[in-house]
């Protein structure tokens, strides 16, 4: 048996598909914007159709389509050509998938689409082809070479496709204002599901484990809160038992610097005001994101008249399998 170089041809595989996908974003423009548009007036659901390969990407975009919020199911050409095309209504849009643009099954549709007046949008290597021309939307996934060195299996091309497809999906979920909690209820039935949708009050540290500490608490006393409940902070109350602020572990080395008596200085003077603090319904994961982007390890929960109620800590929420 000859020996061939696999490694080669798979770098040179994974480097033409990267060429194809980076071309594409200097293809973003009114026609996907008319997309997204038609997409987001549409009252019925997106139908994604598509021949061979064009078919199998066509149901992931489909089913990315489904799951970020915007209804939608694949249609085999073949089986929307036969009958009344019953499955498909006049709220639909029909997205069509060909990289010739002039598949004859998909072509096949173009009558009845136009027929019942819905909009029809393309994906198509050919922006001169019968399916671009026949769309409201055509979107460009043209690439200058398949991987296959022969040229006939479709793979640079179903690449770009699936990704102008992702780019589309997100760009519909980001529009719609589409939450995770939403996914997660699109997703009910995964752990994936029920990890999203888990919220700040089931992890969260209260009662007891609760640091807190009163305003006019001297900063020895607020060490040792700091010391017992081991979070590295701890929350500082008025007389009402309202959040003033947090005291944190780099605000003590802060005060360690500036010589500050620990006897006798009240925690309330060196308290920093305005912490983040988050309500018990929020999802674990906003809460995560919240830690991340303020690149802090703990979030304190208040209630409604702003007395906290509990602390979150990042561990919590890696523990949990969130992320």
């Known amino acids: 048996m000859t020996h061939h170089n696999f490694a080669e041809a798979a770098r040179r595989t994974i480097r033409l598909e990267a060429e194809a996908v980076s071309l594409l974003e200097g293809r973003i423009g009114e026609s996907f914007d008319c997309a997204c548009q038609l997409a987001m007036q549409c009252k019925g659901r997106v139908i994604v159709t598509g021949m061979g390969k064009s078919g199998h990407i066509g149901r992931k975009i489909a089913a990315s389509l489904a799951s970020t919020g915007t209804p939608s199911f694949f249609v085999h050409p073949g089986e929307a050509s036969h009958g009344d095309l019953g499955m498909i209504t006049d709220k639909d849009i029909v997205l069509a998938l060909s990289n010739s643009g002039s598949t004859a099954e998909v072509i096949t549709l173009l009558p009845l ?7 029809l949008i393309s994906m198509t290597g050919n922006p001169d082809s019968v399916l671009a021309q026949a769309s409201e939307a055509h979107l460009d996934v043209s690439v200058l070479s398949e991987a296959c060195p022969l040229g006939l299996a479709p793979t640079t091309s179903t690449t770009a496709t699936l990704v102008m497809g992702d780019a589309l999906a997100i760009a519909l979920l980001e529009a719609r204002g589409f939450t995770a909690e939403d996914f997660a209820f699109s997703h009910p039935g995964g752990a994936l599901g029920r990890k999203l949708l888990l919220k700040v009050e089931t992890i969260m540290h209260s009662g007891e484990a609760l640091p807190q500490v009163k305003e006019n608490t001297p900063l020895k006393h607020a060490l040792l809160e700091m010391t017992t409940k081991g979070f590295g902070m701890t ?9 003033l602020g947090v005291f944190t572990d780099g605000d003590l080395r802060r005060a360690v610097d500036q010589n500050i008596d620990i006897n006798h200085t009240p925690i ?8 983040k603090s988050v309500h018990r319904e929020l999802l674990a994961a906003e809460a995560l994101k919240i830690m991340e982007d303020n690149k802090i390890t703990a979030l304190v929960v208040e209630d ?13 929420i890696l523990r949990a399998g969130v992320v």
């Open 113 to 119: 689409i136009k027929r019942m007046g819905i909009p």
């Open 235 to 243: 929350t500082v109350i008025n007389d009402d038992g309202e959040l």
């Open 268 to 275: 309330g003077s060196l308290t920093r005001r305005g912490c």
């Open 304 to 316: 409604s008249a702003m007395h906290p109620i509990g602390v979150v800590h990042m561990h919590d």
